[in-house]
């Protein structure tokens, strides 16, 4: 028996597709856009059809950009173009920026190196990486992957193809979180902690 008209249950059916996104939420959301105004919604498709068209690949770092040539960071005269900070997606360019910390450029993979999932060195953009090393001028690079076994993997991975070249390759530190408590962390993050400590 159906509930719903066939185009609220393919609205759900579309919604429950995004992550995080189960069946009860994507109900939620599909009945949540058929209650705006005819132009919200129009305005609402168009912003998801023109993401998709005008979004794109730098060429240098591979972040996403909008428009020719490479993105605001990579076409900074401001960045040390000495370093470059290898993270798995953009998302994690958000993160490192939103520190305030980071002055350096940007390379992303697009993913990590995961043999259960059939994702290799070909499905990544390494090559992009090496090139660019590669040409010189480059002094660091920092691995900035997940502490999981598929990042460390990539991290372990990458740092061995990079060793050549003669550049700094180092991984972002572990350790206790900022407002935790000792008690409560689990051993491999204590052993991650000690190893990483530094001089204050």
Same mark, same amino acid.
């Given at each position: 028996?159906?509930?719903?008209?066939?185009?609220?249950?393919?609205?759900?059916?579309?919604?429950?597709?995004?992550?995080?996104?189960?069946?009860?939420?994507?109900?939620?959301?599909?009945?949540?856009?058929?209650?705006?105004?005819?132009?919200?919604?129009?305005?609402?498709?168009?912003?998801?059809?023109?993401?998709?068209?005008?979004?794109?690949?730098?060429?240098?770092?591979?972040?996403?950009?909008?428009?020719?040539?490479?993105?605001?960071?990579?076409?900074?005269?401001?960045?040390?173009?000495?370093?470059?900070?290898?993270?798995?997606?953009?998302?994690?360019?958000?993160?490192?920026?939103?520190?305030?910390?980071?002055?350096?450029?940007?390379?992303? =993979?697009?993913?990590?190196?995961?043999?259960?999932?059939?994702?290799?060195?070909?499905?990544?953009?390494?090559?992009?990486?090496?090139?660019?090393?590669?040409?010189?001028?480059?002094?660091?690079?920092?691995?900035?992957?997940?502490?999981?076994?598929?990042?460390?993997?990539?991290?372990?991975?990458?740092?061995?193809?990079?060793?050549?070249?003669?550049?700094?390759?180092?991984?972002?530190?572990?350790?206790?979180?900022?407002?935790?408590?000792?008690?409560?962390?689990?051993?491999?993050?204590?052993?991650?902690? =000690?190893?990483?400590?530094?001089?204050?």
């Amino acid at each position: 028996m159906q509930y719903f008209p066939p185009a609220l249950e393919d609205l759900v059916e579309h919604f429950a597709k995004l992550p995080g996104v189960g069946i009860k939420s994507a109900q939620r959301l599909a009945f949540h856009v058929l209650s705006l105004p005819e132009e919200e919604t129009t305005a609402f498709a168009q912003a998801i059809t023109g993401a998709k068209a005008r979004i794109h690949c730098c060429p240098v770092c591979q972040n996403l950009t909008e428009g020719d040539g490479p993105c605001p960071i990579c076409a900074s005269a401001k960045r040390d173009p000495t370093v470059i900070c290898v993270v798995a997606g953009p998302k994690d360019v958000m993160a490192m920026e939103r520190s305030r910390e980071y002055n350096g450029l940007y390379h992303v =993979l697009h993913g990590v190196l995961s043999p259960m999932d059939h994702v290799g060195p070909d499905d990544l953009h390494i090559r992009s990486l090496t090139e660019r090393v590669a040409a010189g001028g480059v002094e660091e690079v920092i691995m900035a992957t997940d502490p999981d076994t598929e990042g460390e993997t990539t991290a372990m991975y990458l740092s061995r193809l990079l060793r050549p070249f003669q550049v700094k390759i180092t991984r972002l530190a572990y350790g206790i979180a900022v407002g935790s408590r000792l008690e409560y962390t689990d051993d491999a993050t204590l052993v991650r902690a =000690l190893e990483g400590r530094r001089e204050i």
